[in-house]
């Protein structure tokens, strides 16, 4: 019997259980479930609708922000605009009316910051789990017709970033205590203000207008080289990523070095991976720039042939593997 490790199904297992076992065929489908494809895309009415849904598990503190940000980005990274949210909040045995508001404060204070409407969802306590729960769904509207895929990209692009790795593993494990005796409140604090960073949506909403950019692949569980290896699996194409290139923020640093993680692994939504075409990189860069937004050129797609291939900062050259379990959860002790 094959027993199922804490966090995201292996790519193989999703392949071989979930993907063949999906209701009826539906012609209106553009985009449905693939490896590292972010969210559905369905023709209706000769609009085009984004679907996303995601749990937020591995967070307490920021549990409601990120139940709205990691779904919204999800819708985005198709170039559309988020526009609704269902929400379902499942409580621990013993939770206070002042839990519930808290997360409800969190979601209502994010949903107004994405500019969507909460239309619906479901509240309940539920027996045999220790921290709360909340499961996202989002839809969005892609306005001009224009919408992208992991999988757009193509041997030749350049492949690119925003902001840094890591960005939402840092700030759900600043709440750990190791992090407070170790780097005091005021690290603490510094750390759980990236939360609001976790929010892309403007990053992919500036990228979806820009010519050139092939694909946009929002960076969650498996950190970066996860979704590294997810775009170019989606792509069927090989990748060389240049570890050394990849912008780090010092608190992710002193997080990972003093929990023992790898910073590359850690989950980072707020994070938008992106392919573009290289004749067009400068016009890219550019736009970017202009609009200022952080982003860095961190290797490039290459032939299926030539392999998924990360550089080390030292130059050394590892076989890039299909994300396994998240750092997010050795950090928290669930590995």
């Not at 939402?168 to 604090?189: M, N, Q, Y």
């Not at 016009?283 to 032939?303: C, D, N, S, W």
Request: glycine content about 14%; hydrophobic content about 40%; overall charge negative.
């Amino acid at each position: 019997m094959t027993r199922l490790k804490v966090g995201k199904i292996p790519s193989r297992l999703l392949k071989e259980t979930v993907f063949g076992r999906l209701g009826c065929s539906d012609p209106s489908v553009i985009l449905g479930p693939s490896i590292g494809e972010d969210a559905a895309l369905i023709k209706m009415s000769g609009e085009v609708l984004a679907f996303k849904t995601d749990p937020i598990t591995g967070s307490v503190d920021e549990i409601g922000w990120l139940a709205v940000y990691v779904n919204a980005n999800d819708i985005a990274t198709r170039g559309a605009v988020p526009r609704w949210f269902i929400q379902s909040i499942l409580m621990p045995e013993g939770s206070s009316l002042s839990d519930l508001s808290a997360i409800c404060s969190q979601i209502d204070a994010a949903a107004k910051e994405v500019g969507v409407s909460i239309v619906g969802g479901h509240t309940e306590v539920t027996k045999g789990i220790a921290n709360p729960i909340v499961v996202g769904a989002m839809i969005g509207t892609v306005g001009n017709g224009r919408f992208f895929s992991t999988g757009g990209g193509s041997p030749g692009d350049l492949l690119y970033m925003t902001k840094t790795a890591g960005i939402e593993g840092t700030a759900i494990l600043a709440s750990d205590g190791r992090i407070l005796r170790r780097f005091g409140e005021g690290f603490v604090a510094r750390c759980k203000a990236l939360i609001r960073q976790i929010n892309a949506v403007g990053d992919c909403m500036a990228l979806s207008a820009i010519d050139g950019v092939t694909a946009m692949h929002d960076v969650t569980e498996g950190g970066l080289l996860g979704g590294a290896w997810e775009l170019a699996e989606a792509s069927s194409s090989g990748i060389r990523l240049e570890l050394r290139s990849v912008p780090l923020l010092e608190e992710t640093s002193a997080v990972c070095g003093e929990l023992g993680l790898d910073p590359y692994r850690l989950i980072g939504s707020g994070s938008v991976l992106f392919t573009v075409k290289p004749d067009l990189a400068g016009r890219v860069e550019g736009a970017l720039r202009q609009k200022g937004i952080p982003f860095a050129e961190i290797g490039g797609l290459t032939t299926r042939r030539r392999g998924r291939v990360a550089v080390l900062a030292d130059g050394a050259e590892r076989r890039l593997e299909a994300p396994g379990a998240d750092e997010l959860w050795k950090g928290l002790g669930d590995d």
